[in-house]
């Protein structure tokens, strides 16, 4: 199994739709976890961190399940410019201190 | 402020060549890396470091080595390059937090295509 899993998609909707994405992970000691967005032949930026409470940026939120060990990424209203891989990230300890692990990757396209 | 700057953007190499891609970051980040992302299989991380001086070896480590002689560069060497090696290379760096070993936001560079023929 892998450490860090994604739907790979491609999620296609119309503009304005509500659209939501899951990442699972394995181990249950990890502690920071971030999505990011990745356009085409681009590099990953971040979107945003994903903290217990869970936490909103807009249009865009996010939600940590530590019981089910995943994390959400929730997109309301869908813009064209929304059109690209999200990618899920998450720290998970190791000796000596943390490791970050990558998921996959979701890919969206967002149609008019 | 340039952020993370990679050279070249694009290399095409001979099997057993060799090569060097270069990053820097002016964000003075103790932590550096250097990831690999091929199709389906997300990023992959190659080495690491928390500073000048100090690096390791992340998942996918054989066929490249690293330096850190400064705290803003932080190159890659390709021994003797192989097909295998064909890949998009990004660079990145974070803020560093040694009493816990974490890290959080990294910032990345634009990438390198590496096609080794």
């Known amino acids: 199994r892998k450490e860090v899993e994604q739907d790979p998609g491609p999620f296609n909707v119309p503009e304005g739709a509500t659209v939501a994405f899951n990442c699972t992970y394995s181990?249950?000691?990890?502690?920071?976890f971030f999505w990011y967005r990745q356009d085409c032949r681009k590099e990953p930026k971040l979107l945003m961190s994903?903290?217990?409470s869970g936490n909103e940026d807009g249009r865009f939120t996010a939600q940590l399940n530590r019981a089910s060990q995943y994390i959400s990424l929730l997109i309301r209203d869908s813009k064209l410019s929304d059109s690209a891989t999200y990618l899920c990230?998450?720290?998970?300890?190791?000796?000596?201190?943390?490791?970050?692990?990558f998921g996959a990757g979701t890919r969206l396209f967002v149609k008019a | 402020n340039a952020g993370v700057t990679q050279t070249p953007k694009f290399q095409v190499l001979k099997t057993g060549q060799s090569m060097t891609l270069q990053c820097a970051q002016d964000?003075?980040?103790?932590?550096m890396s250097w990831y690999r992302q091929d199709p389906g299989m997300g990023l992959r991380l190659i080495h690491y470091?928390?500073?000048?001086?100090?690096?390791d070896q992340g998942e996918v480590p054989n066929g490249y080595n690293v330096s850190r002689s400064t705290t803003e560069d932080f190159p890659l060497r390709l021994l003797s390059a192989a097909p295998s090696q064909t890949s998009v290379y990004f660079c990145?760096?974070?803020?560093?937090?040694?009493?816990?070993?974490?890290?959080?936001?990294?910032?990345f560079g634009p990438g390198t295509r590496l096609t080794v023929t």
């Open positions: 990145a760096s974070s803020k560093y937090f040694p009493g816990t070993g974490n890290i959080y936001e990294q910032y």
């Open positions: 181990n249950s000691a990890s502690q920071s």
């Open positions: 994903v903290y217990s």
């Open positions: 990230v998450v720290n998970s300890p190791r000796t000596g201190g943390f490791k970050t692990i």
């Open positions: 964000m003075n980040h103790e932590y």
């Open positions: 470091s928390v500073g000048a001086g100090i690096t």
